[in-house]
């Protein structure tokens, strides 16, 4: 059937593991990961909760096709009320973890209360215990994974943990798996941290079970690898340049966020682009990028593997981070270097090793170094206050800033809230360039509007992975719109919207889309969890998800107010490239959104459009 | 006239020698289309997926018509994606 049937509820104020059966009437209505965790949690929690309270719940989930043969079939889910935002969190990730999860025995675990001293799951196929983690509170992801692999006697133990960020419960901390993955939106991992949970490891041997019809599900899986195999982007773009190809491409259509937002192009691009980890470097002749690398079950091997030079400034007193580890991306790459004016490639992956180190998001990590840059461009922050001189531009404010909220020390302190508190504690909350507080990702919406309805509808804040539009806006996949138009953007970026929901559900990733559409999930869906799951159904799963999730946010206090954009998107035109002299035309798409949605013109769904879709 | 050619990704191998990072400075005569200069510096057309000039982006059925201006920057990728 795809699921295991099984979940497992941790108390952490009792110190109790107790199983119980997965709600099978709410799988057949959202599938699993990100829509099933977030049923369990819409049921459990109070929409109004504290997120750092012991009343907050996290999950942490897997589909039915993670751990299966299903190409990309690796992700889980880690879901719970966000403290970035206030809303609903639900952070994906690849790597090991979600599938060693899912041989255990286990869907999802829900974690509950406060451990009253810092603690750590294991997990052995069924057993599951609590564990004494004060040997491990204080350190960072890498240390916590490596040490509970020493202390089982077992390299094979997957982990994912948090680092001092989620200790120190920074606002945008993430749950980091296998060294350099992450759930890493939102907050999950201060909300871990609040728990006194500094990891969960598994040993799971029972491989997966259960797929409902073998042969057609290995049919199924190997054509839709073959599709992924042939197409361009998926058998050869990604696995060769990343996500990181993009950087020039957004710098050209005008569309990359610079400086806090005040450009849309940023002049040393190239030199932080996948074309200059390819190049060799002048001090070791040696390039940046090492080799791609996949996650469990994935035919795509999107992941950089890179090494910092080992005379940069950031490292050349730190032989431990002179080793081949993570990155960059191309969200980390912007979010640390174009979007505070910093051009220096290796400055750029120290900081995102140390995201990776000690657990915190480098996209809202690195927007809100560039709030605090432009405040003190202002002469709003001081030398003084932050500790360093920190114009845009900066590599050593930029390096020093990551290192002191790693550390939770001093200015990081500050940094660590996030950019929307920082700027209105410093009187311009104008200046956070955030939805629903949280951080933008890599592109801004006066050059592809149908990105700044994405942004300002996103159910988790403004992210790029709720539906992207940069795929058809830009790209042309499926179909290439025009990005400087608002017209057809509503219907756009709901299909985008309701169609992610549903690969998030499944336990795929979501870069499978580049080459699939759901006409080819639905096939592997089908031969695993039975025939019932159709087209249709998945449709209406996807929308289902979505307006669930909106229902609870609308339940924790958000309204359309909240579907805003901040004024400098709306109000200064762009400088350069295609989209100079434009604005973000969001009063032209979210009425009409609202409408597609079956929506009243306060962002509240319809009677009729929850009947129809069963809530 | 004089215009700014640039090759990204896999097709950085199609670029003259002499080229700075991912791009080329040509001078080369009026009326010059997208196509024919695609065609002169052998990248597969296949390839040459996402054409942009200026950073608005010209659909297949137009290269072969769109003519260059004194100025124009052409940047041209093979299929690709990120996130």
């Given at each position: 059937m795809g699921w295991n049937r099984k979940v497992l509820r941790v108390n952490l104020t009792q110190g109790t593991c107790k199983e119980e059966p997965l709600n099978m009437e709410w799988a057949n209505e959202y599938l699993g990961s990100r829509g099933l965790a977030a049923k369990y949690l819409v049921s459990e929690i109070d929409p109004k909760v504290d997120p750092l309270s012991p009343d907050n719940k996290l999950i942490m989930a897997t589909g039915p096709l993670t751990g299966t043969m299903a190409s990309t079939g690796g992700r889980y889910t880690v879901s719970c009320k966000g403290p970035l935002t206030g809303a609903i969190a639900c952070s994906n990730s690849g790597g090991f973890f979600g599938a060693e999860m899912k041989f255990a025995g286990w869907d999802m675990v829900i974690f509950e209360g406060k451990s009253p001293k810092p603690v750590y799951l294991f997990i052995e196929n069924d057993k599951a215990e609590l564990r004494d983690a004060s040997h491990l509170w204080g350190t960072s992801c890498w240390h916590t994974e490596e040490q509970i692999k020493v202390d089982h006697q077992d390299p094979l133990i997957r982990v994912s943990s948090i680092g001092k960020a989620g200790e120190n419960q920074v606002l945008f901390a993430v749950v980091i798996n296998d060294l350099h993955r992450a759930a890493g939106r939102s907050g999950v991992g201060a909300v871990m941290g609040s728990k006194n949970l500094k990891a969960v490891a598994i040993r799971g041997t029972k491989g997966v079970s259960g797929i409902k019809d073998f042969p057609a599900f290995l049919k199924a899986t190997t054509e839709a690898k073959k599709v992924l195999a042939d197409?361009?982007?998926?058998?050869q773009g990604l696995p060769k340049f990343g996500t990181q190809v993009l950087m020039n491409v957004i710098n050209e259509i005008g569309a990359l966020p610079t400086r806090n937002h005040r450009d849309v192009q940023f002049e040393d691009a190239s030199k932080i682009s996948a074309e200059a980890m390819h190049e060799k470097r002048e001090s070791d002749g040696k390039s940046h990028l090492v080799t791609n690398a996949a996650c469990f079950g994935c035919t795509i091997a999107c992941g950089r593997i890179s090494q910092i030079d080992k005379n940069h400034f950031t490292v050349k007193n730190s032989p431990q981070y002179w080793g081949a580890s993570g990155g960059l991306e191309y969200e980390a790459a912007w979010a640390l270097g174009a979007a505070n004016g910093v051009g220096d490639l290796e400055a750029l992956q120290y900081a995102n090793l140390l995201c990776n180190e000690q657990g915190f998001d480098p996209i809202t990590f690195g927007a809100t170094v560039a709030a605090a840059m432009e405040l003190y461009e202002m002469g709003v922050l001081t030398k003084e206050q932050i500790g360093i001189d920190a114009p845009f531009g900066s590599a050593q404010a930029l390096a020093k800033l990551a290192e002191m909220t790693a550390a939770g020390e001093g200015f990081g302190k500050e940094l660590g809230q996030g950019s929307a508190r920082m700027c209105a504690k410093y009187g311009h909350p104008e200046l956070s360039m955030s939805v629903k507080k949280q951080e933008f990702p890599a592109y801004d919406s006066r050059g592809i509007q149908g990105m700044g309805l994405a942004y300002a509808t996103s159910n988790r804040g403004a992210c790029h992975l709720r539906g992207y539009t940069v795929a058809s806006e830009v790209l042309g996949i499926p179909v290439k719109t025009d990005p400087?138009?608002?017209?057809g953007k509503a219907e756009l970026v709901k299909a985008f919207q309701d169609a992610t929901a549903v690969f998030d559900a499944a336990g795929i990733c979501v870069f499978t889309s580049f080459a699939w559409t759901l006409a080819d999930v639905q096939p592997q869906l089908a031969a695993a969890c039975g025939s019932e799951w159709t087209m249709e159904k998945l449709n209406e799963v996807g929308e289902r998800i979505w307006n669930m999730e909106r229902q609870f946010n609308n339940a924790a206090g958000f309204t359309n107010k909240d579907d805003n954009l901040p004024p400098r998107l709306l109000t200064e035109p762009a400088?350069?490239?295609?989209?100079?002299?434009l604005v973000n035309g969001l009063d032209k798409m979210l009425p009409e959104y609202y409408q597609v949605r079956g929506w009243t013109p306060e962002g509240v769904p319809t009677p009729e459009t929850l009947a129809r879709l069963g809530l | 006239m004089k215009i700014g050619f640039k090759l990204f990704a896999s097709l950085t191998d199609y670029l003259p020698s002499d080229r700075k990072g991912n791009r080329v400075e040509l001078e080369v005569e009026e009326g010059t289309t997208i196509a024919s200069l695609i065609a002169r510096y052998q990248v597969p057309e296949r390839s040459a997926h996402l054409v942009l000039v200026n950073g608005l982006f010209i659909p297949p059925s137009q290269r072969p018509a769109h003519r260059l201006a004194d100025g124009d920057e052409l940047a041209i990728w093979p299929p690709i994606a990120g996130g």
């Open positions: 197409n361009a982007v998926t058998g400087l138009v608002t017209e400088k350069s490239g295609p989209a100079k002299g | -």
